[in-house]
């Protein structure tokens, strides 16, 4: 019987691999941003404090109308809902909220202190800081607010800050603080010369010359030469001896 021919099984489809769910990345921690700053300071022989506002927020656009306040730390709700203990605007002084915009440069600071506490920030629900220390002594933040229009608190937070404590102080003054980028001493501090001048005599004063007499050269005598008798230069001849045989007579 003839051979069948074979039969090919039908190719079976690829089974396609399951496309894994993509893994979403970490929300990266949100970073603490401090663009203000305050520092507790006493007076010498006063128990109130003042403290030292420092504030850098250019890139904020930043308004003349922005102002500080210290909040308890014990405000529940953030933004506070309320007004703060102590404020002042960034420039301190005076009003100026009704600057022009762009008068405000955002990089400054200020001190709050009773003795020169501006007339706009004297409202009977503001204190001072001699009654902070005296009735609500404590934990206090900085922040950096802007008025939102004409509303009521709370305001527009720009940023937080870091805690201070105010209580009263001993009537010692605070340390000055050395400097941040102290000048460094020269290595080898060379002294500069100094010259002394003496004074010039109009009569110069001569030094005696002393003649120093060489001692004898000890040479020896030359030895006296003797000219010889010169040789005669035609010397008489030596006679010559003759001779003479004898001759005997005989």
Do not use: H
């Not at 993509?22 to 109130?48: H, L, Q, W």
């Amino acid at each position: 019987e003839p051979t069948p021919a074979p039969i090919p099984e039908p190719t079976r489809a690829p089974i396609p691999e399951p496309t894994p769910a993509p893994i979403p990345e970490p929300t990266p921690a949100p970073t603490s941003r401090t663009c203000i700053e305050a520092e507790v300071r006493y007076v010498e022989g006063s128990s109130v404090p003042v403290v030292e506002i420092r504030y850098d927020y250019p890139e904020d656009d930043p308004l003349p109308s922005d102002w500080v306040g210290l909040y308890p730390c014990d405000t529940a709700v953030f933004p506070p809902p309320i007004e703060p203990t102590i404020y002042a605007y960034t420039c301190y002084s005076r009003d100026c909220r009704m600057d022009p915009p762009n008068s405000a440069s955002g990089i400054g600071s200020f001190i709050f202190n009773d003795a020169t506490r501006p007339e706009y920030a004297n409202e009977m629900m503001y204190s001072t800081l001699e009654e902070i220390v005296r009735d609500q002594p404590g934990c206090y933040y900085v922040l950096l607010n802007r008025i939102d229009g004409e509303s009521a608190p709370p305001y527009y937070e720009i940023c937080k800050g870091n805690e201070i404590q105010l209580v009263p102080g001993s009537g010692v003054a605070n340390p000055t603080p050395s400097p941040a980028n102290p000048t460094p001493s020269p290595v080898n501090p060379v002294s500069p010369p100094v010259f002394t001048v003496s004074p010039v005599d109009s009569t110069p004063s001569l030094s005696p010359i002393i003649l120093i007499t060489p001692s004898p050269v000890d040479a020896p005598l030359p030895a006296l030469i003797v000219n010889p008798t010169p040789s005669p230069v035609n010397p008489t001849p030596a006679p010559n001896s003759i001779v003479i045989p004898a001759v005997c007579n005989l």
